[in-house]
Every structure is written in C-alpha cells, then in structure tokens.
C-alpha cells in the first residue's frame, strides 16, 4: 500500500481567522458594537492549549472535559481585552459550539480533486491532526470523511504532533504500507515530526528553506511523490 498522512487543518481546510476569530464571533453575539480586535486577544490564546506543548501525553476527555480545560485561556483573554470576569466566563463556555460549527471551516478548492487523483494514481489516505474532540463530527459535514481510511486525532489519541508517538500510532495500525509520505502546512509539527520518526514529508502551502520537498497549493503534489519514491 502507498500511503499519504493527512494534516488537516492549513492544509485540507481551515477556520479563517482560527481562534481569535472564534472568540471575537462569540463577543460579537452578544455585544455587537464591541471595540475589540483580534491582536487584544492573539496574545493570550498562544500557550494553554494541548499542541503547544506536544512532548506531554494528554488523557483522553470527553469533549465537555477537553473545551473545559481551555476555559481559563478563553477567559483570560476576554478579560485582558477589557470584559468583566462574570462576562468573560459565559463567552468562554460557548467558543466550543462556534469553533466546531461547520459552516465557519472552509475546503480549499483544491483538496477534494487533489486526493481523489493521488486515489487514482494508488495512494490511501488517512489524516493525523491535532485537532478538537468533535474533529470526525467536522469532517464528516465537510464532506470530507470518504476520502480517508482512517482518521488519528490527538484528542482521542492523547499525542499531538510532533509527539514521535503520534506518528508512530498511524504507522502501527497500517503496518502493510510500503511507501509512506506526511503532508502538511506546519514545518515543525508536521515536516520535522515525520523526519523524527524516518517518514518524508511535504511543505504544502507554505515556503520555508527547512524543507526539502514543499509546493504552495496541492496540485503539484503527485510530481513530488513521484520524485520522492523515484527509487
Ligand atoms: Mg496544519
């Protein structure tokens, strides 16, 4: 089997605007006229969650449990961008509902005509994110689920990337694979991740001189794997 590991969000699809955008929307809803922007809160919403500290292996939550570890992040940036802490408690215990709704994600034009061809040429995929309890629920509405084998979320895993076990938890349930590559848009978590564990990988819609194999939008992608399994 020829198998393509999946990241997903920056690379199949994405939240536009991502965190900062989520807790604006939520503050939106109940104070319209608000003043705050998103670098009030971009600040605070850079440590807390469970991928920014990947070497530590996380117990797998139910999702009440896993958003509710996020409540004080939430709530610690409404307040530093001015909300009171009563207010700021309430906004943080509906970011879950805004982040997982669907209709904010968006696919890249080029990701459903992208696998369907690398499935033509022989490629299987499956996806490795570190990613949301409700991440197969978000999938699955994007359209997206019949495309994969299978699916590795840190949250029912319990290790985000660039954790070697991570990548290693896809490569033991799929032992058969004879040709192996990681595909996605975050040098470290997802380029260097794989190396660590002897997979190639490709930089897709991003440049950065770290890696050795890279292309901005996904369509040039079956060229690079050509060139990568050459031998
Ligand atoms: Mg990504």
Not at 6 to 27: E, Y
Not at 142 to 154: I, P, R
Request: some cysteine; hydrophobic content about 40%; overall charge negative.
């Amino acid at each position: 089997m020829k198998l393509l590991i999946w990241d997903f969000d920056g690379t199949l699809a994405h939240r536009p605007s991502m965190w900062s955008g989520t807790l604006l929307h939520v503050l939106g809803e109940v104070h319209p006229g608000h003043q705050v922007k998103p670098e009030h809160l971009r600040p605070w919403l850079q440590t807390g969650f469970r991928w920014h500290a990947p070497e530590d292996e996380y117990p797998v939550l139910p999702a009440h449990a896993w958003w509710g570890e996020l409540h004080p992040v939430f709530e610690q940036a409404y307040q530093a961008a001015g909300l009171d802490a009563t207010v700021a408690r309430r906004l943080a215990g509906e970011v879950q509902r805004h982040y997982t709704d669907p209709q904010h994600w968006e696919v890249y034009p080029d990701t459903g005509t992208t696998l369907e061809h690398l499935s033509v040429l022989g490629w299987r995929h499956v996806i490795l994110t570190n990613h949301v309890p409700e991440f197969r629920e978000l999938l699955k509405a994007l359209g997206l689920s019949g495309h994969f084998l299978q699916v590795f979320n840190s949250a029912e895993t319990g290790f985000e990337k660039p954790h070697p076990r991570a990548f290693r938890l896809v490569l033991e349930s799929l032992g058969e694979a004879k040709q192996v590559c990681m595909i996605g848009d975050n040098i470290r978590a997802d380029v260097q991740g794989a190396r660590a564990v002897g997979l190639p990988a490709v930089l897709v819609r991003k440049n950065d001189p770290a890696a050795q194999w890279q292309c901005t939008d996904l369509s040039s992608l079956p060229g690079q794997l050509d060139a990568i399994f050459a031998d």
